[in-house]
């Protein structure tokens, strides 16, 4: 039988910097037993006051555009300047096993055995937007343990990615050089939410010549663009993630957006929307929940979707008999 949980001992723990109660309380969080997700609830509010202060960035791009490498040595500049850094990096699960990799530890060597960092690996478990369902739960829960920057890394598949807008401060976009088309890799979704476009592998001679053609290009697609924030213009920056070559002043820029925004009141405001979406989020999970929790709900729920899947019923009459057991 698995004792008891402590919980104002787990908080003491955590607010202490206990690496192993925060890889608990994230444990908590992520699992689908319901009582498991009543003491986590409980225990980030508690916790609450103890969050806020982090500078939250979100990190995205394309497939091999090298976010994992550019995190190691980013974070590890950060830590050896005295930051306490947090890596919430989310894995794809496979649509059809619900498996993950999980393996993003062994790409950040260095900050993997670094004290001063704490890197998560998540299933994104389907979650649309390339997070993982509970990202805002586990950032929380590292702000209160002292972490005072939280990096997400997420799956980087497309247009969906937009959703890591709605988790952090500033989203940055890495991107490769040379690609031909040097905006194929990117849409219009994300380039209208970018706080920053970073074109890696920017290494020197020929792939820094291409870098800073394709720099050339973003520039143009932002220029056409209205920003989001009428404080902060998007900038455009060359890096390579594994040479350590420009990252002092790509963090450079990232201080700079939160000290302008934090002075008109900005970031406060984005945080309060953001909180609200993750309310509804919270609202969406509970019916899903509804549906799912008991046998006798799921076994009703999987005959009207047997009986649409036959042609015996429509989408909608599926969807009515299932809104209906949960008094829809």
């Known amino acids: 039988m698995t004792p008891a949980l402590d919980l104002d001992a787990l908080k003491d723990r955590l607010l202490a910097g206990d690496r192993a109660a925060l890889a608990r309380a994230i444990t908590l969080a992520e699992s689908k037993r319901a009582d498991h997700r009543a003491l986590a609830a409980a225990l980030i509010d508690a916790v609450l006051p103890r969050t806020g202060?982090?500078?939250?960035?979100?990190i995205t791009?394309?497939?091999?555009?090298?976010?994992?490498?550019?995190?190691d040595a980013l974070g590890s500049?950060?830590?050896?300047?005295?930051?306490?850094?947090?890596?919430l990096a989310v894995d794809p699960s496979s649509s059809r096993t619900g498996g993950s990799i999980l393996g993003d530890k062994t790409r950040m060597a260095r900050l993997s055995h670094d004290p001063n960092a704490f890197i998560r690996p998540s299933p994104s478990s389907g979650?649309?937007?390339?997070?993982?369902?509970?990202?805002?739960?586990t950032m929380l829960l590292c702000e209160a343990a002292g972490f005072d920057v939280i990096l997400v890394e997420t799956v980087g598949v497309g247009q969906s990615e937009t959703a890591v807008a709605d988790l952090t401060d500033f989203f940055l976009v890495l991107m490769l050089p040379g690609a031909g088309d040097e905006l194929q890799g990117i849409k219009k979704g994300i380039l209208e939410?970018?706080?920053?476009?970073?074109?890696?592998?920017?290494?020197a001679g020929e792939a820094?010549?291409?870098a800073n053609a394709a720099a050339s290009e973003y520039r143009a697609a932002l220029h056409i663009l209205t920003p989001a924030s009428a404080t902060w213009t998007p900038p455009v920056v060359t890096i390579s993630g594994m040479h350590n070559l420009r990252l002092d002043a790509l963090w450079a820029r990232v201080v700079e957006h939160r000290e302008k925004l934090t002075a008109t009141g900005e970031i406060a405001r984005k945080r309060r929307a953001q909180d609200?979406?993750?309310?509804?989020?919270?609202?969406?999970?509970?019916?899903?929940?509804?549906?799912?929790?008991?046998?006798?709900?799921?076994a009703r729920t999987a005959e009207a979707e047997a009986g649409v899947a036959r042609g015996e019923a429509s989408p909608a009459a599926g969807a009515a008999a299932i809104a209906e057991l949960i008094g829809l």
Do not use: F
């Open 53 to 58: 202060d982090a500078v939250r960035v979100g």
């Open 193 to 203: 939410l970018a706080d920053m476009i970073a074109v890696n592998k920017a290494d």
């Open 276 to 298: 609200v979406k993750w309310m509804w989020a919270l609202v969406h999970e509970r019916l899903h929940q509804r549906l799912v929790g008991t046998a006798d709900v799921r």
């Open 77 to 87: 500049n950060l830590t050896a300047a005295g930051h306490r850094v947090a890596v």
């Open 127 to 137: 979650t649309l937007g390339g997070v993982a369902a509970k990202t805002r739960e």
């Open 208 to 210: 820094e010549a291409r």
């Open 61 to 71: 791009g394309v497939p091999g555009v090298g976010k994992s490498t550019t995190i």
